[in-house]
């Protein structure tokens, strides 16, 4: 979609909300800050749909080298994701900065502080550890960043603020802002190095590994007169083939290169929970892994990067069981850390670590004491910015900072890393002769407007966030209107202009909040509620459920028999209007519905896929169970069983908070919310009818549970049962299709 080329925007209200934002008055921003904030706010929206383009596209073409399966691809987005979180987050909170102290429509402004949160908190979520099905979250955050800044009154506000007027630095930064000294490199790794993956250097496509390292070498020599000259490689997680071909890449190079490698973050959930107990056990799967990745690269690796969970209490023993053999390498530590404490405690082990990787660029950047706490320690500190972080925002800060010429935004980022103390990572592509020259002390705020911290949150580190320019201090107003904008459920909901159809719910549906809200309690966290969505959204999704059927979008869960329970995961890789991603995920007065009745803050869609579960004409149905945990927080972990159609005599009974059983015949257009361990509920025999639901889940925290990931293993060949049955289904319903168009 070109630049600002966004539809015009209809506010449709269903209730009114009531807006609380309290403290004094905000003032609003300096005419050149307002510009300036205004400005990246639409560059980090234009780098959101362009994030978003390049991650589908990614996905498309791992799914069609059947190299990962669909429910395995989680970890090889991971880093473009959280760039893209970080920069949705850093546009909200842009835009909140660049209007603080205008006159903003309520419900706009309630809508942008629950996306600012939920932007948060799956940034939080997400530096830990990664988003498993994307697919979800994307849906509802794409659609409320076009809504609420794509278009309409915020976006034209933000356009004419922008179009304004140049912005100098002085107006950013203030005039007495000191300029960051130029911190010393420390450790025996090189300045400078090239972070390659599976993406780098394709088999049989074009290649210009040894350009880049001839360029990186030559670069290294003209920063420090005593450098070694050689170039360090990162080789980032990749599969065995990949490997292969990089080490036959990288083996005539050897003498001028110091290689690394990083070992995956999800490697030890091939460990049972026994097995993982006991360091022998972990000890041997890593000695194993990196065997096996030496042997598949073909040269001598120089050090191994050890991912964040290695060091946590349950591996740690076995991490250092294995540490403590000789080794023909050394070891690193790649891991986010935000404060200095925390750096010293994950640093300072025996035996030590010679280094410490993590992401490092402008709206992630590497704190600086913890850097120093590194440094103190000996250890030397490696930046890796992400590959497409230097977009059009990154640009729009690079350019007030005083950089000439945008093309030269990724050389910048080198010597930003050098200036701070860190060794210097390339991720691709030419490299531009020319000066970067620049000052840093604007870039400081960028990390402020996507940092997950709670502005004015004791957690905040120590020396990041103090507030010593006028940009700074426009960006903490826009994110304490947000914070601090409080909404009663449900907000309103909107329509586009030229739109025809917005997924929604009944008009009954969102009457008696209240009510709906003691009987789930009562209930003891379950509430089943009749003709649920509009009739649009309704017959969009039977439509889009009997297209699944008959198409390659359903993943079969190996857990099911095919018998009692027929289905699996949905799919949501090729864009599509029609997806149960945009009409249940992507549906506000839905969300608004689940945050009401669940009364324990604002609920989001969850990353875990959607299933499409069929109980059949055999099937005698599910043994009663609460539904286990897989979230970190229960009362912000709600599963969802939406029947699209039952012509069978299966009933649903549960057992309430008083001991009393309820039984429940589920008609079309119906649904049921549950919390988990809680309400026991059972599902009976179809007596020869057939029923289908639609299985999904919503959350308020995005963090898991210990349990989360045992329930995202999906490996079966097609002997499974469940996958033999969905394959036969899917060909009667293709065969039934062409019938009918003869």
Sequence with gaps: MSRHQWPALALLVIILPFVVTRGEPVEKPPPDVAAFAAAAALEGLEDVQRLESQITADESQRLATRDVGPLEIYTFIDESLGLLIDTALAAVRHAAAATAGSELNPI????????????????????????????????????????????????????????AGSTSLSALVGEASSETKRSPLQGKLPLIGLAVDDSYCPKGGPCSLETEVQALASLSKKESQSDSGLVHVVLLPCPEAALEHLGSLLRPMRAKLYVSAMLPPELFDALSPREASKP??????????????????GIPIDLIWLPYAAFKKQYWPGTQKMLEKTHSWVYGIRAEVQQASVAQKLLLRKPAPVAWLSTDDLLRPVQQDAIHAALEAGIACVSLPRKEAAG??????????GLKEEPLVQVAQLHWAWRRGLSAMWRGGELLPGEAQFKTNVLKAAAFSSSHYQAGHEEVPSDAWKITSPLEAALHSGRTILQKAEASPPTGTYKDADSSFSPGVSAATLTGLADQAKTFKANDHIIYAEDFFDDQTFAAIKE?????????????????????????????????NSSLYRLIYGNDPFR????????????????FPIEVREYGRHSRGMGCHPD???????????????TVDNDSRCNVSFWDAAGKLHLVQTKP???????????????????????TILKFIYVGDYRKSNEFWSYTTNECDDSNPNRQMLSDRRTVRQRQARSLEL
């Design 544 to 576: 889009e459920t009997e297209r699944l059927w008959m198409s390659e979008d359903i993943e079969a869960n190996c857990n099911l028999d095919g018998t009692n329970r027929l289905g699996g995961y949905v799919l949501d890789h090729v864009p599509r």
């Design 108 to 163: 706009l402004l309630s809508e942008a502080s629950l996306l600012e949160k939920q932007l948060n908190n799956m940034l939080a979520a997400q530096t830990k550890e990664p988003l498993f099905f994307w697919h979800g979250p994307k849906r509802y955050v794409s659609s409320q960043l076009q809504r609420l800044f794509g278009r309409g009154p915020w976006h034209q506000q933000l356009k004419e603020l922008a179009n």
């Design 280 to 297: 022998a056990s972990v000890a041997q799967l890593m000695e194993g892994y990196i065997s096996s990745l030496i042997k598949a690269l």
């Design 392 to 401: 059009r925002f990154a640009a729009k800060y690079f350019k007030a900072a």
């Design 669 to 691: 257009n119906s649904i049921m919310m549950v919390g988990v361990n809680a309400a026991t509920h059972c599902v009976s025999s179809t007596d020869g009818g057939t029923r």
């Design 592 to 607: 608004q519905w689940v945050s009401a009745v669940n009364a324990e803050g604002p609920m989001w869609p969850s990353d």
């Design 628 to 642: 286990l945990q897989m979230y970190k927080v229960p009362r912000k972990d709600l599963e969802f069983a939406f």
